[in-house]
């Protein structure tokens, strides 16, 4: 359907293996409700008989320009209030019960809102049949001689058809007859006056071309959906299942006559084909007879009284129409007894629920719910129709919900290509149903702009046509005379023979004048038959003559065909012989190209190896350079920093000796110079190997200086500066030390002095001293400056690389070389008195540096991170 509005061009259609004249779109008519009153106000305008016009009542919304919006819908045609069922049963449904009777299947259905007519559409009234009772008059007209006997077609639970032969059919006829309430209905049974008028049909509709070497069965089933539930309305139930009494919860009170209605479950035949499981099929032979099928059914459909129509269908209900065809046997006296010869087709009548808004039917409870449902499944209907429509404009292959609704479940069959689809909106052009007709309109347009894959002919049975009428001594009708009959019937009667007496002068006359007649009438008859004869001769003639003329021209034609084909046969034995080799080529290129892919995938293997094996090797080789370099780094720091320690050390070292030398060549010139008042005594060997004393290795090379007491000869030294003047010092005195009484004490220019050693300090300053005290052998204290080099750390910190160490002792000068710390000196192992005269005694009491301790030059001393430095 195509509105009067713009739109965008519709793509065109892309699918692969489809062909554009092999589809055909949904069927889409319009058919318009009379108003109920002649005053009411209208909202659909018929154009014509393909487009409506639909109209926005007074008082609702106006659009932007102020002016009544009004929007056009066209169908493929459009039904007006003044049409007939006959007129739309032609249009709409005649095609479909004759594709239904050359195999083919059907759908049709009815849409619309509430109360716009399309029970009566389907159904119709008293004295005017709907579509349902048309399709089964026309069916029955098409096929009435030619149906088979009943039960030799038997349906089974797969959705197909079993056959059986003439003698079973009886014998499950007077079966079912035997039974005290037999199930289905017998065509000798007297129409229900209650619709006798919706069957009579004045008009008298027949299929053209019904294949008369066929029998035809037709069964028919009853189904709703209600509640997304599906019902069988032919199920035989104790107690009508469909009217009980229902409680506050909506389920049956306990009853034990009723017994409540099974739903039935959807099912895919072996052919792909959706149908009801457990459905009831009923073999009818007449259309009384299948339209009482349909209204015994219909008493138990599901309807009810709501604010805008007093019978409101609350369910979908679906009436199939199942044709049953097999054909005769060779002799064409009985079916054919081969279960793959039989064609089924099918036609479904749908007679949807109407679409509602609840705040119009005013619904609350059951009424609520079913409206729910209903507006449910139609919603799906039109999502499944979006989505083909979409997949077929542009290409797409989204997925189409019919498994969201038992009603698009069912007939999705139909949708993907296995029979035609028609639709016939039915719409009340009141006010009050604008909003609800343009729903419809809307899904309509969509639905036009679907379209349904053709449906393949049927497999024609191989068997000789005219079979049914071959072997009957009659006509084409079993009822018609033979040829005989008829001139035997055209003669006069012959007078009564009989002669009662001599004198009897009037039989015999009658008799010969009967006679007479009867020669005259068969001479007559013999002339006119020999003037047609002579006429069929010469029309024989004519006729032999143009089939002779026919024949030789049909045989110039053939032998011209047959050239051609000749020549089409050594072109296709060319094209094969080439065909032949350019396979034969190409199986050799496939080989080829076998191996080369098998070689290519072998090398890109062995690359892809050989690609790996030297990433890992690369890796390999960065991670032992990086552990080389920090490995070459990390020694390379160390033995910069073992060397710089050593030069120092050795830097010391090598300055002590100097110093020593020149502080020996000092005293031994002072000595040298001095005057001698005394010969000192020279002390015996034993007593000089007993008393030797142990010097200093290495003293500082800035030492402290000590004045001598003053009897002690005058000893001028040469003062010697610090490298480290101008630097600060730490000067570390613990709390532990004791105050010295020596004339002379260590002092330390610029010096922070402190009793702890903290970061602190030793931040501040450049140099470090340790005054260290500890108890000599000889039981005097000795106190030892212990000197060092402050340094920053990488980790944030202060080191200390001590240096040097001086010592300060104290001496007493009288009776023994040194002065002990009691107050009684013990006495001299060999009595004797040391004398300071001589230059080995003035030596040994000179200030004692030892530069070899164990606190020498590589020992360290951390302040604020307390590790070792290499």
Not at 412 to 420: L, Q, S, T, V
Not at 737 to 758: D, K, L
Request: aromatic content about 6%.
């Amino acid at each position: 359907m195509k509105s009067a509005r713009a739109k965008t061009p519709r793509k065109p259609i892309v699918k692969k293996g489809s062909q554009t004249n092999l589809k055909d779109p949904v069927g889409v008519y319009c058919r318009v409700r009379p108003l109920g009153f002649p005053d009411q106000e209208c909202c659909i305008e018929v154009i014509n008989n393909t487009t409506v016009q639909l109209h926005t009542p007074e008082g609702y919304r106006l659009n932007r320009n102020g002016d009544y919006k009004e929007t056009q819908y066209s169908f493929k045609q459009v039904f007006g209030t003044h049409i007939t069922q006959k007129e739309l049963f032609d249009v709409v449904a005649n095609p479909l019960v004759d594709d239904l009777i050359h195999g083919k299947n059907g759908l049709l259905f009815t849409y619309g809102v509430t109360g716009s007519g399309k029970t009566h559409t389907m159904t119709g009234s008293p004295g005017e049949g709907g579509l349902l009772p048309r399709c089964l008059d026309m069916i029955f007209n098409s096929i009435g001689s030619f149906q088979a006997k009943r039960y030799v077609f038997k349906s089974n639970d797969r959705n197909s058809m079993d056959i059986q032969c003439e003698v079973d059919a009886l014998l499950e006829r007077q079966k079912r007859e035997a039974m005290p309430n037999p199930k289905t209905p017998s065509s000798k049974r007297q129409v229900d006056p209650e619709f006798a008028d919706m069957i009579t049909v004045q008009e008298f509709c027949k299929a053209e071309e019904v294949d008369e070497d066929s029998v035809y069965g037709v069964f028919v089933s009853y189904i709703e959906i209600y509640n997304n539930y599906i019902y069988d309305l032919l199920e035989e139930v104790p107690f009508d299942p469909i009217k009980p009494k229902w409680n506050s919860c909506s389920t049956p009170m306990r009853n034990t006559d009723f017994v409540p209605p099974q739903s039935k479950l959807l099912r895919e035949d072996k052919n792909h084909n959706m149908y009801v499981a457990g459905c009831t099929e009923v073999e009818v032979k007449s259309t009384e007879e299948a339209f009482e099928v349909f209204w015994r059914g219909q008493k138990k459909r599901r309807i009810a009284n709501t604010h805008l129509n007093r019978e409101s269908s609350r369910s979908h209900s679906v009436f199939n129409i199942k044709l049953v065809q097999a054909p005769l046997d060779a002799d064409g006296d009985n079916v054919l007894q081969e279960k793959e010869q039989i064609t089924i087709s099918q036609l479904s009548l749908v007679d949807l629920a109407g679409s509602e808004r609840t705040n119009r039917t005013r619904a609350e409870g059951n009424r609520l719910r079913e409206a729910g449902n209903i507006n449910q499944s139609l919603m799906t209907l039109r999502t499944c129709m979006d989505v083909l429509r979409e997949n077929q404009m542009y290409g797409t292959n989204k997925m189409v919900p019919y498994r969201d609704s038992k009603l698009t479940h069912l007939f999705k069959n139909y949708f993907d290509g296995e029979g035609k689809v028609r639709m016939i909106v039915c719409v009340n052009p009141k006010a009050e149903d604008y909003e609800e007709n343009l729903q419809v309109m809307r899904f309509a347009e969509v639905t036009q702009e679907v379209e349904v894959a053709r449906p393949v002919d049927k497999a024609i049975c191989g068997l000789t046509p005219g079979r049914r009428y071959r072997n009957q001594p009659r006509g084409p009708i079993g009822n018609e005379p033979l040829v005989t009959d008829v001139v035997l019937q055209s003669f006069p009667p012959l007078p009564s023979c009989e002669i009662l007496d001599i004198n009897d002068e009037q039989t015999l006359p009658r008799l010969i004048e009967a006679l007479e007649k009867r020669h005259h009438l068969r001479q007559m008859m013999i002339d006119e038959f020999n003037k047609q004869s002579n006429a069929f001769k010469a029309l024989l003639q004519e006729f032999d003559n143009a089939v002779l003329s026919k024949e030789n021209h049909m045989q110039g034609k053939l032998n011209e065909k047959e050239k051609m084909i000749s020549g089409q046969k050594l072109e296709i034995e060319r094209l094969e012989k080439k065909n032949k080799t350019l396979e034969y080529k190409i199986e050799i290129l496939e080989k080829t190209t076998t191996i080369y892919e098998e070689d290519k995938r072998n090398l890109q293997q062995e690359l892809e190896t050989q690609n790996q094996k030297l990433q890992r090797q690369f890796s390999d080789k960065r991670r032992l350079e990086a552990r080389l370099q920090g490995m070459v780094t990390e020694t390379t720091m160390k033995w910069e920093k073992e060397c710089e320690r050593r030069v120092a050390a050795k830097q010391l070292e090598m300055q002590n000796k100097l110093w020593v030398k020149d502080e020996k060549l000092k005293q031994l010139k002072a000595i040298v110079t001095e005057p001698k008042t005394e010969k000192p005594e020279r002390p015996s060997r034993e007593r000089d190997r007993e008393k030797v004393t142990q010097r200093s290795v290495s003293p500082s090379p800035v030492p402290f200086l000590f004045q001598p007491d003053q009897n002690a000869p005058p000893i001028r030294l040469r003062h010697r500066r610090s490298r480290s003047a101008g630097d600060r010092w730490v000067d570390h005195k613990p709390a532990s030390n004791m105050q010295t009484e020596t004339v002379m004490q260590p002092h330390v220019p610029h010096a922070i002095t402190v009793s702890v050693a903290n970061e602190k300090a030793l931040a501040k300053c450049e140099k470090y001293m340790l005054t260290h005290q500890e108890l000599a052998s000889d039981g005097e204290i000795e106190t030892k400056l212990i000197k060092g080099d402050i340094y920053k750390t990488r980790g944030g910190g202060q080191s200390v690389q001590f240096t040097d160490i001086e010592t300060l002792k104290q001496e007493s000068p009288n009776g023994s070389r040194k002065r002990r710390s009691s107050t009684v000196a013990p006495a001299q192992p060999d009595g004797a008195e040391s004398e300071w005269t001589d230059v080995e005694t003035r030596c040994s009491v000179a200030v004692e540096m030892k530069a070899g301790s164990q606190l020498g030059p590589g020992y360290q001393h951390h302040a604020q991170p307390k590790r070792k430095k290499p």
